[in-house]
């Protein structure tokens, strides 16, 4: 594969923070390896892992070889850096569980399997550092660095600053050279010469140059990313209910997808660049084409496409636009069938909801019963009559008349009815 020009890639794409001097022109000479360390303290990543993931993808696409690096031994300490207390420790049995989900994650952005050069791989630092004892690893590690190095550290000087009642434990503090020792190691056995991260991980992974340097007399180069803020300065991969997880089972396509639509203009600017693979003038031109017509939101959709599709498939980027059309749109009856059960649920989250047996709706429900006494979605008969006389009562999206009964063919899913007045008052029926 022929290389491309990695570093100028990133910065058009706003993705450099700091980079150590000669890095691009060591990039250029010919394929090397570069590693990205990623903590498995869960079984999923969340959309705050997609920056560096991001860069070992563009690394992989510039005809390099990308190493990702499942921290199972730092994983065990917990990093300082940004922190302001300890976290708990998780024991092998959960972090190996949480490397094989990484490991599939990792797997939607870059190849494990094809068999190129430049294929990439997968490690994890505690199939090394578990062969150390205490006294090897201060004798033929940390001799080599002082105690004056490790303290000029921010992350080491933040905790100490007395910000934090609990100050800085010496599990932690000692976790800026396993993971310098990380690249040694990495250096060593896959001639790996550069590590890339978060801003935050810029005082580790120089700790790892400086190891390298002195244990092996070996350069290292460094590259890190800007840590992603949203405009309105709340955290980036947040959302109300926590963290944007990868992972369908903890935050469904459907709100993955709405998390990317509901970009602000400015932010879905620089998401666009930093999240999606588009080339730099399919870019240009989107942004132009939205400038000129914000109101069609052409970049947050697209943005939302493209992330949406790479993260989970075409398949349910599709499913998670029809369900946003549900709810926004018009459709039918029939569209509201085709919704699974957690979409469903999703879309209509907050929704109120009452519970009617399965075994009145088979004799059927007055429509009128339904509104009001068997829900309480209206508050009488009469307000259920007039709602009904001005044809503002749908039930799963269509609209019905006085005559018309709830039953068990009306049912999404085999459990739920959807009860609607007027474009945006809805009221879920659940049979039980």
């Known amino acids: 594969m022929k290389l491309k020009n990695f570093v100028e890639e990133l910065q058009w794409r706003g993705m450099i923070h700091d980079v150590m001097p000669d890095t691009e022109a060591h990039l250029m000479e010919t394929m090397r390896s570069a590693y990205v360390g990623f903590d498995p303290t869960a079984d999923s990543l969340h959309i705050g892992n997609l920056v560096p993931i991001m860069l070992l993808s563009f690394y992989q696409r510039s005809g390099h070889k990308p190493v990702a690096l ?42 494990f399997s094809s068999g190129a050069e430049n294929q990439a791989v997968l490690v994890n630092n505690y199939d090394w550092i578990k062969e150390f004892s205490f006294l090897d690893f201060i004798r033929n590690v940390g001799k080599h660095i002082t105690v004056n190095y490790m303290m000029a550290k921010d992350s080491v000087k933040t905790r100490l600053s007395g910000e934090s009642a609990d100050g800085l434990s010496f599990t932690e503090f000692t976790y800026q050279l396993i993971q310098g020792y990380d690249f ?18 810029w005082g580790n992974i120089t700790t ?46 459907y709100k993955f997808y709405q998390y990317w639509l509901n970009s602000t203009d400015e932010d879905a600017e620089k998401y666009i660049k930093i999240f999606t693979f588009l080339d730099k003038e399919t870019i240009d031109d989107l942004i132009i084409a939205h400038r000129e017509a914000p109101h069609m939101r052409l970049l947050q959709k697209r943005l939302a496409q493209e992330v949406t ?94 005559n018309f009964t709830v039953s068990e063919s009306d049912l999404i899913n085999g459990q739920f009815v959807l009860l609607q007045r007027g474009k945006k008052n809805y009221f879920i029926i659940k049979a039980v």
């Open 70 to 111: 499942v921290g199972g031994a730092t994983g065990m300490i917990g990093d300082p850096s940004m922190k302001n207390s300890e976290r708990n420790l998780l024991d092998e049995a959960t972090l190996r569980h949480n490397q094989e989900c990484v490991k599939n994650q990792l797997s939607q952005f870059l190849d």
């Open 184 to 201: 040694v190691h990495l250096n060593r056995n896959l001639n790996c010469t550069l590590q890339m991260g978060g801003s935050d991980q």
């Open 208 to 253: 790892g140059t400086e190891l390298l340097r002195r244990m092996d007399g070996t350069k290292g180069y460094a590259l890190t990313c800007p840590l992603i803020t949203k405009s309105d300065g709340s955290k980036f991969g947040k959302s109300e209910g926590g963290n944007v997880w990868l992972d369908a089972s903890k935050t469904s396509p």
């Open 309 to 402: 599709t790479t993260v989970h498939s075409a398949e349910e980027f599709e499913k998670a636009v029809k369900a946003s059309e549900i709810l926004f749109g018009n459709s039918t009856s029939e569209d509201l069938k085709t919704l699974d059960e957690k979409t469903f649920l999703d879309v209509f989250e907050g929704v109120p909801q009452a519970e009617i047996s399965k075994e009145e709706l088979k004799s059927g429900i007055d429509i009128i019963d339904a509104l009001s006494e068997k829900t309480g979605f209206l508050k009488s008969n009469s307000e259920a009559r007039r709602a009904l006389k001005e044809n503002s009562i749908s039930v799963n999206k269509e609209k019905v008349q006085e």
